[in-house]
């Protein structure tokens, strides 16, 4: 996601205060010992690295080289790169709520109240393992995973995402997120390609 005209700090800060106002006593989940960190501190780290395009090494480094950073983020001391996968990775079911939070932040902040919503899917690979590989073993089940990602170009941001790993087809997975688009209120069109023409899934 690219955001040219807001800036970073200013969406981070919004993004911290509303964490913590939304998480309440919720806030202590997953904190480790009294001294350990709230989730709306590790909901905002986590935030800004992704915002800012940083890999956990850089991200690490940053945090030890700039006090200003921690102070921003609300941390009292650096985090290692294992601490912050670890974050990213618990993080996950949350991950999609801060998605359409930093949405609907940056869409009220560039005065967009509705918009097209183009839909669009895409697959990675799971395994290191080669095609030929995979045959010769005889794995029957690929190691693929399928991204479906809700994007407008009005906010030029992403609206939600979701992931199957069962080679889902395209229809199906638009269907475990109209809902949250219909629901949203943000969207008055929706637009995919003929990957989403039904053929009776």
Not at 48 to 73: C, D, F, I, N, T
Not at 133 to 139: A, H, P, S, T, V
């Amino acid at each position: 996601m690219k955001i040219y005209d807001i800036p970073l700090k200013r969406l981070i800060l919004r993004l911290k205060r509303k964490a913590r106002k939304m998480l309440g006593r919720k806030d202590r989940i997953g904190r480790r010992g009294r001294h350990g960190t709230p989730l709306h501190i590790r909901i905002t780290v986590i935030a800004y690295m992704v915002l800012a395009g940083l890999p956990l090494m850089k991200m690490e480094q940053s945090l030890r080289e700039s006090p200003e950073l921690r102070k921003l983020l609300g941390l009292k001391r650096p985090v290692s790169k294992t601490t912050l996968s670890r974050w990213r990775k618990n993080l996950g079911p949350l991950i999609r709520e801060l998605i359409e939070y930093t949405y609907r932040l940056i869409a009220k902040l560039r005065g967009v109240s509705k918009s097209i919503a183009i839909i669009d899917t895409t697959g990675f690979k799971r395994s290191r393992a080669s095609s030929h590989y995979e045959d010769r073993i005889g794995r029957e089940k690929k190691m693929y995973a399928k991204v479906i990602a809700v994007y407008s170009p009005d906010v030029d941001a992403v609206f939600t995402v979701g992931v199957d790993y069962d080679a889902m087809h395209n229809v199906r997975m638009a269907e475990g997120i109209l809902d949250r688009i219909a629901d949203s209120g943000l969207f008055d069109r929706l637009v995919g390609d003929k990957g989403f023409d039904s053929s009776g899934s």
